[in-house]
């Protein structure tokens, strides 16, 4: 398929550390010398979405491919608050060190950052404001991240509601629109799964960062007896029942509204907080790319 000098609407779906492809993707339209003038993305979509409009997805590669497992652990603030494990402020303030404290009217294409109004039951489209504010409340996984605050409501992440948020694009006029569904059909492949020892193999990723968690929580409170390991494996189910229900939710709106082309990523691809292996999700992204235009 030639790309060259076609506008593009570039939809770019939720799917936490699986969200990575999507700069893969981007690279590989970029290759092929198309022109993206227009974002909307829900979650990690969203997050890639705001790095890439704001001119600085170079920076964010370099440093999110360098994240070990430890530096990931560094990244979560933990929150006391019965709204969330994770506070997200370091993760935000890092990214404002890497791309600035942008406001999204400032940027030079058009974009969109999708969330879910809990109280209302609605989509919200953040397209104004501070970038970082409208990528916050686009994160914010159930039980994991903090709700965020906005006009008396309070957002959650927006794949709650649309993973593959294209209506936003529908008046944008250019040639082609683009959707990245990183919930696609499970692929049983020994690619998709990363290497590990025996020992590692008892516990998954997220079960092995929660654990962190909780052993950060019993040093520093004298309370955290009442942390029960239930709770871990409750949040572990819930994370697995939001991917599958965001795969089912992506597949009606995208029959309903299907774009010009979608670009799947397996569901299983990798887990919510792997961002350590954000080399191998680039990648993926670029082959899964290649493989929709050539």
Not at 70 to 93: A, E, F, H, P, Q
Not at 141 to 156: A, D, H, M, Q, R
Request: net charge negative; charged share 20%; with cysteine.
């Amino acid at each position: 398929m030639d790309l060259t000098g076609k506008s593009i609407s570039l939809v770019l779906g939720s799917g936490g550390a699986r969200g990575l492809a999507h700069v893969g993707i981007i690279r590989e339209l970029e290759a092929r010398g198309c022109s993206i003038q227009s974002i909307s993305g829900c979650s990690a979509g969203a997050l890639i979405g705001a790095v890439y409009a704001a001119g600085k997805l170079d920076a964010f590669e370099e440093w999110v491919c360098q994240l070990t497992k430890v530096d990931v652990m560094t990244l979560l603030d933990i929150s006391w608050s019965s709204g969330g494990l994770v506070k997200g402020d370091k993760i935000i303030n890092k990214l404002i060190d890497i791309v600035g404290d942008i406001l999204i009217e400032d940027l030079p294409i058009s974009f969109t950052a999708v969330a879910a109004d809990v109280n209302n039951e609605k989509e919200v489209w953040l397209n104004s404001g501070r970038l970082f504010d409208a990528v916050r409340a686009s994160i914010s996984l159930p039980l994991f991240f903090t709700p965020v605050n906005y006009k008396g409501s309070y957002l959650i992440d927006g794949g709650v509601l649309n993973p593959v948020p294209i209506a936003p694009t529908f008046n944008d006029g250019t040639d082609l629109t683009i959707a990245v569904n990183l919930g696609g059909s499970i692929e049983h492949s020994n690619e998709l799964s990363q290497p590990i020892d025996e020992k590692e193999n008892t516990a998954s990723p997220i079960a092995k960062i929660q654990a962190k968690i909780k052993s950060f929580i019993s040093d520093l409170s004298e309370n955290s007896n009442k942390v029960s390991p239930q709770d871990w494996g409750a949040y572990d189910i819930a994370n697995q029942a939001f991917d599958a229900m965001q795969s089912t939710i992506a597949r009606q709106k995208l029959a309903a509204y299907p774009p010009d082309i979608e670009i799947e990523i397996a569901r299983n691809a990798c887990q919510t907080l792997e961002v350590y292996r954000a080399k191998e999700m680039i990648a993926l992204g670029h082959s899964k790319a290649k493989e929709y235009f050539e």
